[in-house]
């Protein structure tokens, strides 16, 4: 499901929101029709993992539930989550800023797979 030019100030007023609620602090909320970047510094007393959960389930009980976008489905199950240096907290910054002229030339599932790449895992590695 993407997420229009027209209801995505609203879905990042929501996150924004519901991240405050939970303690943390937002530096940057910025995307795209089919993903999301959030720059936080994320409270202590959640586990990330619970974080995303809380966030994806409370954002998209609120969407449904105001019909911010028609027929929402939900969050995808997967979630990339990376921390980083106060360093380069102005870099990311400023990225996720620039969003939609990065993503003129890159489209996500290149971002993605680069990401994954910089991190030494291989995207098509399956497990097996």
């Not at 909320?29 to 994806?56: C, R, T, Y």
């Not at 105001?66 to 980083?84: C, F, K, Q, R, V």
């Not at 290149?110 to 030494?120: P, S, V």
């Amino acid at each position: 499901m993407a997420i229009s030019h027209d209801c995505e100030r609203s879905v990042y007023k929501i996150l924004f929101h519901i991240l405050n609620k939970q303690g943390c602090y937002i530096y940057r909320i910025n995307g795209m029709p089919d993903h999301i970047h959030l720059l936080i510094d994320a409270s202590p007393n959640i586990a990330p993992a619970k974080l995303v959960g809380e966030l994806k389930r409370q954002s998209s009980l609120f969407i449904r539930s105001n019909a911010i976008i028609h027929d929402w489905p939900g969050w995808s199950e997967g979630y990339y989550l990376e921390s980083l240096s106060r360093d380069a907290l102005e870099n990311v910054r400023q990225y996720i800023i620039n969003q939609k002229s990065h993503h003129i030339g890159q489209q996500f599932i290149d971002e993605y797979r680069n990401m994954l790449m910089a991190q030494g895992i291989n995207p098509d590695h399956t497990g097996d």
